[in-house]
Nanobody, 126 residues
Framework: HEQLVESGGGSVQPGGSLTLSCEVSANTYSRNYIGWFRQVPGKEREGVAIIGGGRTYYVDSVKGRFTISQDNAKNTLNLQMNSLKLEDTAMYYC?????????????????????WGQGTQVTVSS
């Protein structure tokens, strides 16, 4: 049974930090690309940070502020988010898929991923 369960969302002031975690079932964790996406109403889902194929991808707007990491012992994917901005407000989703090697980057379109968590809300407001 494929399962991803996110946690760690919440409300924070601009400049604050949050850490999101995604617990992944063992067979889902074997997917070679796994990452975090986010979506706000009326906009397409955006790849935020993805890891796989020996590469790590960050969308430009979060580079230097967010860090994706894996805890293989716990089958957990984490996203450390620092210096949060108002525009980081979104529903954050964890996703995984087994895909052909993507070369120097990672597949960043949500359409390429079939395994999703239920999402966790991050709200940045003053």
């Amino acid at each position: 049974h494929e399962q991803l369960v996110e946690s760690g969302g919440g409300s924070v002031q601009p400049g604050g930090s949050l850490t999101l975690s995604c617990e992944v079932s063992a067979n889902t964790y074997s997917r070679n690309y796994i990452g975090w996406f986010r979506q706000v109403p009326g906009k397409e889902r955006e790849g935020v940070a993805i890891i796989g194929g020996g590469r790590t991808y960050y969308v430009d707007s979060v580079k230097g502020r967010f860090t994706i990491s894996q805890d293989n012992a716990k089958n957990t994917l984490n996203l450390q988010m620092n210096s949060l901005k108002l525009e980081d407000t979104a529903m954050y989703y964890c996703a995984a898929e087994r895909l052909p090697w993507y070369g120097d980057s990672c597949p960043r379109s949500g359409n390429e991923y079939n395994y999703w968590g239920q999402g966790t809300q991050v709200t940045v407001s003053s």
